[in-house]
């Protein structure tokens, strides 16, 4: 599914707003959650994209409270900033809803992202939105947002949000980049992770709409392209089954998602 490219503009209330002319993968979840920032276009391809495979909101509603799990479980071990890779649109319990006391930067490659992002968190004075690419985090954040969401980078924990970017990174690309990560943070840093399966495998037509970057991988293949992050004693499992509230939701394992942790000393 690719990331929209500009075209011309429409106006949101006071605010002129570039319009895309291709879908987000970002702005279809928006829409599957039950969101409000998204276009045509994107609805467009989700109805298409659920026409191929069949219901989506399950799935990533699964995947959205997997993240908010995962979130407060590093805000209870006494993270109290995030750095957030792909972030899309930062909304429909995000990270900043879900610990709001933390500092947390999302951050995105898609400027249709950014711009929206930047919009609605406008008035957060703990949360901010900027350019990176997730494979040049050490050198594509703006320094200045970093210092200021992000303070004591590389001497205190911070937490990690990866959610949505495996699947579109290949094997090497990816494992240098959680590598890279992992060298760059303090110990006690933690990781928020996901993975795609195989789940599309039995879909060949929606195969087809996540585009030639799209990868599928085995579970048994997760833990090596980790590296050096630990996984905590919950391992790399489905979401939905990655530390439940109560029974958990019966959805496709689409989704593998773990926490990982940079060990202290």
Request: overall charge negative; glycine content about 10%; some cysteine.
């Amino acid at each position: 599914m690719p990331v929209g490219t500009l075209s011309a503009t429409t106006v949101e209330g006071d605010e002129t707003m570039a319009e895309p002319t291709a879908p987000s993968t970002a702005r279809m979840i928006d829409f599957w959650l039950g969101g409000s920032d998204h276009f045509p276009v994107d609805v467009a391809a989700a109805r298409a994209f659920e026409q191929a495979y069949g219901p989506c909101a399950p799935v990533f509603r699964s995947l959205r409270a997997f993240l908010g799990r995962a979130v407060r479980h590093i805000a209870d071990a006494g993270v109290d900033s995030f750095l957030v890779f792909g972030a899309g649109v930062p909304t429909c319990g995000n990270v900043h809803e879900v610990v709001p006391g933390a500092t947390v930067l999302y951050t995105d490659v898609d400027p249709v992202a950014v711009e929206i992002g930047q919009r609605m968190v406008a008035g957060h004075d703990r949360v901010g939105y900027g350019f990176a690419d997730a494979t040049d985090s050490g050198g594509s954040i703006d320094p200045a947002l970093r210092q200021r969401y992000l303070p004591g980078w590389g001497d205190r924990p911070v937490g990690l949000v990866f959610l949505g970017l495996a699947a579109f990174l290949d094997d090497d690309t990816l494992a240098r980049t959680l590598d890279d990560l992992y060298e760059a943070v303090a110990p006690g840093s933690r990781l928020a992770v996901d993975f795609d399966t195989e789940e599309l495998a039995g879909y060949p037509e929606a195969l087809a709409m996540m585009g030639p970057a799209f990868r599928m991988r085995p579970p048994e293949s997760f833990a090596r392209l980790l590296g050096r992050w630990q996984p905590t004693a919950d391992g790399i499992v489905p979401v939905a089954r990655w530390r439940p509230e109560g029974t958990p939701v019966a959805v496709p394992d689409a989704f593998y998602g773990a926490v990982a942790v940079k060990p202290a000393g």
